[in-house]
């Protein structure tokens, strides 16, 4: 009996999916006649489905049977308390050029929010349906005025943003995120379709202008924070400093926003403002942990400007720090980073190996033992200890299967094979890692496989590759002038081999590292000259764009090196950074 009960009335379901089915192809086909049948069937087993009145409303004017869709509304409308409807009985004589009538049934629905000022959302929504805007605003408008306590400033917003009226919607995005403050991140994203780098484009004028009258006006964080992310977006670390900084000062917080955008300034080569945050945060941090991140990365950057000549000074300021706090768990990034500087730029790797083996001493997480094992496998890779170095890699994975560091340690074991020759070993790790969870590990590991693949069967000796490898190693151990050589020497020996667009693109990235710009760019163009079927070209028009923008003062030719990669190479990872550069320096007003 229950299973009888079941099928009477799953069965007439079943009929109406595939009659809705049915409905939408008629539709989507342009059989309007067939279509009408179909949905009036529906309608007639379902009369308060909107999307069934609506639908059928639409076939009636697409045949142009405009008194039947006015009945069929006149009914409804009878019928129920949807006050949306009278938009669409309106739209209906605006179609016939009967703007007088359509205007006293759109007044109609707007009126009827003196009465239920709830109905804003369905009445304005069927106003945008027809694109009139200027209607829809009104009813989110008066709403608002008959109950101020809706917050329609939203919706409000993104109307003004189809109509193009920027300053309107800002304000009202702005307006809104005041009320909720929850959604300052989605209210961010709303405007950042709307503003770009370029702080003289009219949008971020308008942005900044509102946000700076705000403030005078009635001083709020919201607008701090707004304001401060507007100059991240034009990349105006000291002015977004500034609005951080009375962020701090007015929430009685920790510095954590401020640590943030030093790290957004270093990873945008910002360095000075950086280390200017950095230091402020180490003046001004109460705790001890902050003080040592804080220290940390203006050691980093310090370490990237460094030179032979401060080398020295470099490490005593690491050993002050070691004196101040001492070596214990607490500084125990600075320890890893130190022993790095000893190996990498000081070449004193037994040095290195002495303060990484004592740090593994200390009660630390399996985590962190790990970290300094990553180290210590790299030091002696970095003295060509390939089997040394490949037995702390095994024991990270060993101990830490399926995690992150594992899987580093698995491209790090990848890598020193590739280094030592043996590709068969390294190609089987990579293979592995092409599903890592870390998404970086997952694209190095495909680059690197890739690589190896593509250049192991042309010679059977291997020797371009062997060669190619060497560099590879040599630019790890920052012998950069040697990597440059041999790379020379590759492309001079090796002219027909596939081989050589990698090494003229790793050169190239070398010339970048000793900032030797012109030369780079001689390389990027050799690439895509000569080899704009090969898998490097978009890696080559993009690095080419970027020196051109940022280091040669050049942007009519980063513009049109954008515009290639936009309209040529739309499958590109650069895609969206390459049109966003292009539409900034073609000059329009909305990123």
Avoid: C
């Avoid at 700076?212 to 401060?228: C, G, H, R, Y």
């Avoid at 049109?560 to 292009?582: C, G, M, P, T």
């Amino acid at each position: 009996m229950r299973l009888l009960l079941s099928l009477v009335f799953f069965v007439p379901a079943i009929i109406l999916g595939q009659d809705d089915l049915f409905a939408k192809e008629y539709y989507k086909n342009g059989d309007f006649e067939k279509a009408l049948v179909a949905y009036k069937k529906l309608y007639a087993n379902s009369k308060s489905n909107i999307d069934y009145i609506r639908q059928i409303v639409d076939i009636h004017q697409q045949l142009e049977q405009y008194q039947e869709a006015e009945k069929f509304l006149t009914e409804i409308i009878d019928r129920t308390n949807y006050t949306a409807f009278y938009v669409v009985l309106g739209y209906n004589y605006q179609l016939q050029n009967n703007l007088e009538k359509a205007n006293e049934n759109y007044t109609i629905a707007i009126n009827s929010l003196f009465v239920n000022p709830n109905n804003a959302y369905s009445v304005a929504r069927t106003f945008q349906d027809y694109s009139l805007l200027e209607q829809a605003a009104t009813t989110y408008e008066k709403a608002m005025e008959v109950k101020p306590q809706l917050n329609l400033k939203l919706p409000l917003a993104q109307i003004y943003g189809e109509k193009g009226d920027i300053e309107k919607m800002m304000l009202n995005y702005i307006d809104f995120a005041e009320r909720n403050p929850i959604s300052l991140s989605n209210i961010k994203r709303a405007l950042n379709s709307f503003i770009s780098e370029d702080g003289s484009n009219e949008s971020n004028i308008i942005l900044r202008k509102l946000l700076i009258k705000k403030i005078q006006k009635e001083p709020n964080v919201i607008w701090n924070d707004l304001l401060s992310w507007l100059f991240i977006q034009q990349k105006e670390f000291s002015k977004a400093f500034v609005q951080e900084k009375a962020i701090t000062t007015r929430n009685q917080e920790g510095l954590e926003r401020i640590m943030n955008l030093g790290r957004i300034a270093e990873t945008e080569n910002a360095r000075y403002i950086a280390k200017t945050i950095f230091n402020y945060v180490i003046e001004n941090a109460q705790d001890t942990d902050t003080k040592l991140m804080a220290y940390y990365d203006v050691l980093q950057i310090e370490t990237k400007e460094a030179n032979q000549d401060t080398f020295k000074d470099l490490q005593n300021r690491y050993l002050e720090l070691f004196k101040t706090y001492g070596t214990f768990a607490q500084t125990l990034d600075l320890q890893i980073a130190y022993a790095h500087f000893l190996a990498f730029y000081m070449n004193k790797t037994d040095e290195a190996t002495a303060v990484l083996e004592n740090a593994l001493k200390l009660p630390i997480s399996d985590i962190q033992k790990a970290e300094i094992k990553l180290e210590l496998g790299d030091i002696l890779v970095l003295n060509e200890a390939f089997n040394k170095a490949l037995i702390y890699y095994t024991q990270i994975q060993r101990n830490l299967k399926n995690s992150t560091v594992s899987q580093m340690a698995r491209f790090k074991v990848a890598k020193a094979s590739y280094y030592k020759g043996d590709f068969k070993w390294a190609e089987s790790q990579l293979k592995i890692l092409k599903s890592s969870t870390s998404q970086l590990i997952a694209n190095d590991a495909l680059d690197l496989k890739l690589l190896i693949t593509d250049n192991k069967y042309g010679d059977s000796l291997q020797t371009a590759l062997k060669q190619y490898a060497k560099a590879d190693l040599l630019a790890f151990q920052n012998r950069n002038n040697e990597a440059i050589a041999l790379l020379d020497k590759i492309i001079d020996e090796h002219k027909t081999e596939p081989i050589i667009p990698q090494a003229i693109y790793k050169q190239a990235q070398l010339f970048e590292i000793k900032k030797q710009f012109e030369k780079a760019a001689v390389n990027y163009q050799l690439i895509i000259d000569n080899y704009r079927d090969g898998i490097l070209i978009d890696n080559a028009i993009y690095s080419l764009a970027e020196l051109y923008l940022r280091h040669l003062n050049a942007p009519d030719k980063a513009k049109a090196l954008y515009k290639d990669l936009v309209f040529n190479h739309a499958d590109s990872i650069y895609f969206v950074e390459a049109r966003k550069q292009f539409r900034r320096l073609r000059g329009d007003a909305i990123n």
